[in-house]
């Protein structure tokens, strides 16, 4: 049959939203405040066209960060150089007051041998010559330590400087 036309009374209304064909979001690679915009909303784009300018934030944060990591490397370096020094110094001591106790042990073990001092005096003689070839093991021991220690700082200096980029991998 036929339809009648009529009025229908109410009117209709929607809502939504109006989206284009083809959307592209965009995005930066860094952060940091948009200095300049190169072109206007709604406006067609090319690829590969310039779009905004950005504050140059991260490089400046990533210098001081590295100025920061050399510096306090250069610190560690000297403190490392100046334990070192001082487990030199140590050495040295504990090497002459070994070579004494050890003479004045050898004395003691002859007068001892002859029945010229006491055995307390031989034993104090003795265990002095131990402590003393203790503590040049020990004053040894300490430059293997500093120099470890001075070696471990120059290898984070290598570390803060520029690190090669792996190359870009293909599809396969």
Do not use: C, W
């Not at 067609?44 to 001081?64: C, F, W």
């Not at 560690?76 to 106790?101: E, I, P, S, W």
């Not at 002859?114 to 104090?124: F, G, R, V």
């Amino acid at each position: 049959g036929e339809v009648p036309r009529r009025d229908p009374g109410t009117i209709v209304s929607l809502s939504g939203k109006i989206k284009p064909k083809d959307y592209v979001n965009i995005g930066a690679h860094a952060f940091g405040k948009i200095t300049y915009l190169y072109v206007k909303e709604v406006e067609h784009v090319k690829k590969g066209q310039l779009l905004a300018r950005l504050e140059n934030v991260q490089p400046t944060m990533d210098l001081a960060s590295t100025r920061s990591q050399l510096e306090s490397s250069r610190y560690d370096d000297a403190a490392a150089q100046a334990t070192y020094n001082q487990a030199v110094l140590d050495l040295d001591r504990a090497k002459a007051d070994f070579q004494q106790k050890q003479l004045d042990y050898q004395r003691g073990k002859e007068l001892f041998n002859q029945q010229l001092i006491a055995k307390s005096d031989y034993d104090t003689r003795v265990a002095a010559f131990e402590m003393s070839k203790s503590q040049l093991a020990q004053a040894q021991s300490k430059i293997l330590q500093a120099k470890a220690q001075s070696e471990s700082p120059k290898g984070h200096k290598a570390q803060t400087g520029p690190q090669p980029r792996p190359a870009p991998r293909g599809r396969s």
